[in-house]
């Protein structure tokens, strides 16, 4: 108890004269407290304080696109990659309709990360800008929306890294949302997840991914 | 030399800030408290840099496990009793008020529609123990897709516009999810968002 009688209260008096004994008003609020604390632990403990995040995708119309409206894009500026087992990510180029040699590579910054910056910087000259950018709207030079604006002329640049994203049946969820973020991580504008081809599961097997 | 005195000081505190404070506190989690609604299957989401947040109404969340199965759930009770009407409808099934009451009470499902009247019958434990096999997806039995179209096409007053999460298990294999996706796509969905957890520093 936070209290300890300090004397008083009831003592024998002298005079032999009856009175009532004076009782203290203090409540001990200890055992209060104590559940005070019991509860607000219950409540910190099942609470749920951050709401999920997400990550929005838009994946291309099922109709079948009438050849007119199709744009064709240069074969260099296209990389494929190939979401295969074991978290590994196998990518090519297509030259004149044929497909260069896969190269197989991990996930993460100092893999699929570099060779994605690396190519994308090769073919957007603008790339370098957006870190100028970034700290300009932090330094409150431009604007939220500036930047935003900015950014969006950037990652759709025409000539900027095409991404064709093909995930493998044996590869895992993971692998793909890992992908998409590496998408937003390099400023890849324009990116899309597309079924894979029997050949390219042929490619697989010859880089032993299969 | 003159003794000094301690004076004798009395050794009881002042509860009363302390309880102030723990009494607040307590307050302040008790408003802020949602509870998680029970989910039928833990699902260990990937992580992405991504910030955006999921709005918390007009959600349909299609939950992949990694066993491959495929849950189904959607939010607002009303909603979800209109849904049931519509899916029954479809089925040919008859549900008594009682058991689309107790559907609308549900946040997910992962039964086919064939065992959705036993589904219902369960007590809270027995579904806790339960093992679901998932809501079908296969072409031939699309109920899923079924799902997805009846969602969309219920009217809701207050609904704005129904928002599509797909919440994976890290380790769910890529048909499933290929298959989820052709799913919606199949119903018009072409635009959906994956529900990923912070990203851990690097």
């Known amino acids: 108890m936070a209290e300890i009688e300090g004397g008083g209260g009831g003592g024998k008096h002298k005079g032999g004269k009856k009175r009532g004994k004076k009782l203290s008003t203090r409540v001990d609020f200890t055992p209060m407290v104590d559940l005070g604390f019991l509860l607000i632990?219950?409540?910190?403990?099942?609470?749920?304080?951050?709401?999920?995040?997400?990550?929005?995708?838009n994946m291309p119309d099922k109709n079948v696109i009438e050849e007119k409206d199709k744009t064709l894009v240069k074969e260099s500026q296209a990389i494929t990659l190939l979401l295969a087992k074991d978290d590994k990510v196998v990518t090519y180029f297509l030259k004149d309709g044929e497909p260069s040699t896969p190269q197989i590579q991990n996930f993460g910054a100092k893999g699929i990360r570099t060779t994605l910056l690396e190519e994308n910087r090769k073919r957007n000259p603008l790339l370098d800008s957006i870190p100028v950018y970034k700290g300009m709207l932090n330094k409150g030079i431009i604007t939220e929306e500036e930047y935003k604006a900015r950014l969006f002329d950037i990652k759709s640049f025409k000539n900027a890294l095409i991404v064709v994203i093909k995930a493998a049946d044996n590869s895992k969820y993971e692998n793909l949302v890992d992908i998409l973020d590496e998408m937003l991580i390099c400023n890849i504008g324009r990116y899309a997840v597309v079924d894979i081809s029997d050949s390219e599961v042929e490619m697989l097997k010859t880089v032993n991914l299969n | 030399m003159a003794k000094v005195k301690v004076p004798?000081?009395?050794?009881?505190?002042?509860?009363?800030?302390?309880?102030d404070v723990a009494f607040l506190l307590l307050t302040f989690?008790?408003?802020?408290?949602k509870f998680k609604p029970d989910e039928p299957v833990v699902v260990d989401t990937p992580s992405s840099i991504s910030e955006i947040k999921l709005p918390e109404t007009d959600i349909m969340q299609l939950t992949i496990d990694k066993t491959g199965r495929v849950f189904f759930g959607i939010d607002g009770q009303k909603t979800r009793e209109d849904i049931l009407q519509r899916m029954a409808k479809i089925y040919n099934m008859k549900f008594s008020p009682e058991e689309i009451k107790e559907f609308s009470l549900q946040s997910t499902i992962g039964v086919p529609m064939s065992q959705l009247p036993?589904?219902?019958k369960m007590t809270t434990e027995e579904r806790a123990k339960a093992n679901f096999p998932g809501v079908p997806?296969?072409?031939l039995n699309n109920e899923l897709g079924n799902?997805?179209?009846e969602s969309r096409l219920s009217k809701n007053a207050e609904r704005k516009e129904l928002r599509i999460a797909i919440k994976g298990d890290r380790d769910?294999?890529?048909?499933?999810?290929?298959?989820?996706?052709?799913v919606l796509q199949e119903k018009k969905v072409n635009r959906f968002n994956f529900i990923t957890s912070m990203e851990k520093a690097e």
């Open chain 2, 172 to 182: 769910a294999n890529m048909p499933t999810v290929k298959r989820v996706i052709a």
């Open chain 2, 137 to 139: 997806t296969d072409s």
């Open chain 2, 147 to 149: 799902w997805i179209w």
């Open chain 2, 29 to 33: 989690f008790m408003l802020a408290t």
């Open chain 2, 8 to 19: 004798r000081k009395s050794t009881s505190v002042d509860m009363t800030a302390m309880t």
């Open chain 1, 41 to 57: 632990t219950f409540f910190m403990l099942t609470t749920s304080m951050n709401k999920p995040q997400t990550m929005e995708i």
């Open chain 2, 118 to 120: 036993q589904f219902l």
